[in-house]
């Protein structure tokens, strides 16, 4: 049971804003939500993460909604390099939950 | 600073051989750790995870399992390899200093190929 959903793939062109959506209609209310990315044959690296309010940092931008159901990472505008899968993961207690993930392409 | 290590990085073995990966944490204490499995093509699986020297909780049924002899040592065993332990198996700690927020930091892989 990942927990969350999110679409298995998508595509972005260079130098343009991504919105990747993730659902999580089971969570509770002490769950954070993590974004990690993950670079072929690499272990995956930290993006960003947040409970209730929308949260910015160097490397992207996390809206959640009102009732927690769901969250959208952004990236402002996507580069070659931000090519990846993206797991949007439930914090619980001491258990980090990944999906399956959202393989990103980026379009040159 | 904390680095994370894991050994080996690559592993080819026949099935029904036995299996050790040994994962090590530098540079901070009392980390919980924590063993994943990633399947070709797929997302990553929680196997174990250790909040302390001798306590492993573990997530999935199998024929695997984990030891935290040491703080900073993690170690993934098998008596007997099955062909679907191939797989990538990644070790990640993260920090109890930090809030119950605090990021995973992840090794860096060892790849399992069961022939």
């Known amino acids: 049971d990942a927990k969350t959903t999110q679409p298995n793939s998508m595509e972005s062109n260079e130098e343009e804003p991504v919105h990747l959506p993730c659902n999580h209609s089971t969570i509770s209310g002490t769950d954070y939500i993590h974004w990690y990315r993950q670079l072929p044959s690499q272990g995956p690296e930290y993006v960003i993460h947040g409970l209730t309010s929308n949260v910015n940092n160097r490397m992207a931008s996390l809206a959640i909604a009102e009732d927690r159901k769901s969250s959208t990472l952004i990236l402002h505008r996507a580069t070659l390099r931000d090519a990846a899968v993206y797991y949007c993961i439930r914090f619980t207690g001491n258990q980090f939950y990944f999906g399956t993930g959202t393989s990103l392409t980026v379009i040159p | 600073s904390q ?8 592993l080819v073995q026949p099935v029904g051989s036995p299996l050790s990966l040994e994962c090590t944490v530098e540079g901070t204490s009392n980390p919980n750790l924590y063993w994943y499995r990633q399947a070709a093509g797929r997302g990553l699986q929680l196997l174990f995870y250790s909040v302390g020297i001798g306590q492993i909780s573990s997530e999935v ?19 007997k390899l099955l062909l679907s332990d191939s797989g990538f198996y990644l070790c990640a700690w993260r920090g109890l200093g930090l809030s119950n927020t605090g990021e995973l930091f992840f090794g860096e892989g060892s790849r399992l190929t069961v022939l």
């Not at chain 2, 695997?64 to 008596?79: C, G, T, V, W, Y």
């Open chain 2, 3 to 10: 680095t994370i290590h894991q050994w080996p990085a690559t």
């Open chain 2, 61 to 79: 049924p199998q024929n695997l399992s984990a030891s935290r002899p040491q703080d900073r040592q993690f170690i993934l065993s098998s008596k």
